[in-house]
């Protein structure tokens, strides 16, 4: 059973308040979730960049981790990643390795780009998702961006010169 744009919409809504959640503890306002084929979350997950030191603690890539370790590649090619903001080239790399079938995200890398503009700690690619996705055997179907309005709101005032 396809997953319905309202619970797409849901869930995605709850990302964003994963990066709210992942902001007030002092890391990048950034979240994702994994849910299964009906809809049902599995994991969540948050940015760990300011609070455990690793550039590359990303939400989606710290997500893709732990699925990848919980679930198989089969299993996961039939559930959705959601994720607050469209995962950057790294973080579509750990999608594709673990074999998520389906991302659902909200605002866009561009975007995001032209939000943060060129701060040291997030030097964003404007590189889509969809991108990387088309580069592989493994196919990765996306969806967004969605609510790039309500994405965005978490990201004022954290990023330089506001800091």
């Known amino acids: 059973m396809p997953i319905s744009t309202d619970r797409d919409t849901e869930l995605l809504r709850r990302t964003i308040e994963l990066a709210s959640e992942s902001r007030g503890r002092g890391d990048h306002p950034f979240g994702a ?5 009906d809809g049902n979350v599995l994991l969540e997950a948050m ?18 981790t732990e699925a990848s370790l919980k679930f198989s590649a089969e299993y996961l090619s039939g ?6 903001a469209e995962p950057c080239a790294m973080c579509a790399g750990s ?3 673990a ?20 701060d040291p700690e997030n030097l964003t ?10 580069a592989g055997q493994r196919r990765v179907d996306v969806v967004g961006p969605m609510l790039s309005e309500e994405s965005a709101v978490v990201h ?8």
């Open 33 to 37: 979730l994994l849910a299964d084929p």
């Open 47 to 64: 940015n760990t960049c300011g609070t455990k030191g690793d550039r590359t603690g990303h939400a989606e890539r710290n997500l893709m």
């Open 79 to 84: 559930c959705t990643m959601y994720t607050s």
């Open 95 to 97: 999608v594709y390795w």
């Open 99 to 118: 074999g998520v079938g389906r991302v659902v995200h909200g605002m866009s890398e561009k975007a995001l780009k032209d939000l943060i503009g060129p």
């Open 125 to 134: 690619m404007d590189l889509p998702c969809r991108t990387i996705f088309d």
């Open 156 to 163: 004022e005032g954290f990023w330089t010169p506001a800091r």
